[in-house]
């Protein structure tokens, strides 16, 4: 149902009937009025006022109510403003404010959602049909300064934003992209510490020496369920944010990190049971749940246009908490020696303490629904959910499984050269540092490229990759395995911003079909796309994260059986085939069911 905008008109004058003015030139001529200037539609002698400026979000409708006459309202993307009749002269349906708007050869045009006549938004001539019933009515419209000073600014403590509109490139310019940017770098400073707590069990296992009685095997297990309790938080992590708001659950979230990291400086030392440490290791597991929800958070606050970037640095930031914690286990290797394991978490408790007030005191909380729960349950009937988390489960599974496992694996595949806890921590921190920083520019290319041509280069050169890492296990060469692991490192990064830019892409896409060709409002339609896409990031997260468990099951079974790595490397390799093919067979050969943009 389409909404109608009801509002005063001004008083009839009694006695002539004056020419009404021509609308402001700057409203033709591209320049947009200020958010707060009032809308006016004329009708005979009467300026009806129907909203503000800033409320039309450019290229889409909405109704009003002038003379008892319903009139279809747009701001295209120029700053122009048209208002017509909103009834659809071929089918009698008012629909012409849901119409999607747009230009042929110059002219400024909607069309009708139900037969898909073109009008033009100047004159209201149909351009589809020489024998259309009528052309559609044109009002003239005009912005006037606002009826009352703008709004006082909300109070400093009051950090839910009373409106949010980053589409719309007036507001954005305004004030946007200022409170987007600022809610990015501290999403960005909090999942970070939510990643070095997450990821602190592959250093600690490093301070694990013979007086701990753990053998490899062991090792990579307490390694894999951090993995896997922080892959099955991030569902309901995700959920938080609409329920909470983006900025009140990262404060929470970032508090809940006190938990694990006491824990863990409290028990970890020499003689503690092995039940134990598997307690300790399951407790860091909600630090990887902040990855959602700081996610979820950030997709909502940038424009279409830039969420690849936005998403590739917020998650590329946090992303370097796991070499930054391995830097901190090193430095502690190199100067305290690993006889010290408590000196990591107790450095960090201070650290997460400080990121929850700054959280608390400068991010704010975007309007949202509580529709996540329902988006969940409508995105999993979508092959398209599968398939991107299958191809994130490629990307982030082994970015995560590998830095949590690499130390582990230099360890036990060339202990001849590696044969102290500091010299493996020294190569441990470069591959996750390689990865994390190459974030960002997947997502970026993903923006310029496609996010599905970007996806199915990285996972082509993954699989070379992993060749090559294979070959130089089998032939013992470590240079070439370290330099091959690196760039698998990379590449993974790269992978990760180019497959979570895919998912709002692949959702704005399928919005857009369903506008065009089953008369779907658009407003509405973008709306279920930006929360079945928030939901599906967090979904993909999960399944995402839980490749890390199977890269670590998959490392200790390989070593448990044959004592080396190769039958992982074998695994990693067909699995990388598989997303190669998955990709190219979805998004980008040629079909009249691929969906445009991804």
Known sequence: MTDIVHAPTAPIAPTAEPELPPPPPNEAAGTAPAPDALVEIGDGDTWTTVCRYGDLTPGRGVTALVGGEQVALFRDAAGALYALDNRDPFSGAYVISRGVTGSRAGTPVVTSPMYKQAFDLRTGDCLDDDNAPAALRTWPVRTTGPATP??????????????????????????????????LWLSVLTEHIGFSIWSMWSVLVLFL??????????????????????????????AAVGRFGGRNWTVVSALLLLLPTAFVAVVLEPGVSYSTLLVAAAVAGVGGGNFASSMANINAFYPQRLK????????????????AVQLVGLLILATAGAAHPRLLPLIYLPLIALTAVVAALRMDNVPTTRETGHALREITRDRHTWVMSLLYLGTFGSFIGFGFAFGLVLQAQFHDQLDTPVKVACLTVLGPLLGSLARPFGGAWADRHGGARVTLATFAAMTAGTALILTASRLHLPALFLGAFAALFVLSGIGNGSTYRMIPALHRAKARD????????PAAAEAAAHRRATALIGLAGAIGAFGGVLVNVAFRQSFLTFHNGDAAYLVFLAFYV???????????????HRLSGV
């Open 150 to 183: 703008p709004p006082r600014p909300a109070p400093p403590r009051a950090r839910t934003l009373t409106e949010w509109r980053p589409e719309d490139p007036a507001f954005w310019e305004r004030v946007g992209a200022r409170i987007a940017r600022r809610n």
């Open 578 to 592: 598989a997303c190669s093919a998955l990709t190219w067979i979805v998004y980008l050969r040629p079909s009249r």
């Open 514 to 521: 369903r506008a065009l060709t089953g008369g779907a409002d």
């Open 308 to 323: 690849g970037r936005a998403l590739g640095i917020n998650a590329g930031g946090g992303n370097l908490g796991v070499p």
């Open 209 to 238: 020496g013979p007086e701990y009685g753990i053998d490899p095997a062991g090792k990579f297990t307490l390694t894999a369920v951090p993995t896997a309790v922080g892959a099955a938080l991030r569902l309901p992590y995700t």
